[in-house]
């Protein structure tokens, strides 16, 4: 087995130089003042985009917030026209006199039928 040779420590900076060590101080510091500049507009970058995704988010939610209501509120339409209509039907079928032979299923079989508003809703 070999010998292993001495490690030489080489020193970054010559000791006896005072010039040296200020020059690369300052240099140093302007670099970690650029990193910091870089890395203060990251932040702003991604708060930014953090923000934008925020108001999105808010602003889908309202949309589809908005849209359930209106579905909501055009099925309960539908369905309370519906009702009426049923009554109105129901109480003129009472109304009538009983026939032999004419059951009550022949006279209330029907389609529904709207054009998309509740206000347009008809039994056919």
């Known amino acids: 087995m070999e010998p292993a040779e001495p490690v030489v420590v080489v020193p970054f900076l010559d000791p006896e130089s005072a010039e040296n060590a200020t020059s690369v101080a300052v240099e140093l510091r302007e670099r970690l003042l650029k990193v910091e500049e870089q890395v203060l507009g990251q932040y702003s970058s991604a708060a930014a985009y953090a923000t934008l995704a925020q108001q999105g988010t808010d602003q889908?939610?309202?949309?589809?917030r908005a849209d359930h209501e209106?579905?909501?509120a055009t099925i309960i339409g539908l369905l309370d026209r519906l009702r009426v209509e049923m009554n109105t039907r129901l109480d003129s079928l009472e109304s009538r006199p009983t026939q032999v032979g004419s059951p009550l299923a022949d006279?209330?079989?029907?389609?529904?039928?709207?054009?998309?508003?509740?206000?347009?809703?008809?039994?056919?």
């Not at 889908?60 to 589809?64: I, K, P, V």
């Not at 006279?107 to 056919?124: C, F, P």
């Open 60 to 64: 889908a939610r309202a949309e589809a």
């Open 70 to 72: 209106r579905l909501q």
């Open 107 to 124: 006279r209330t079989d029907g389609w529904l039928a709207s054009s998309g508003s509740a206000s347009e809703l008809a039994l056919h």
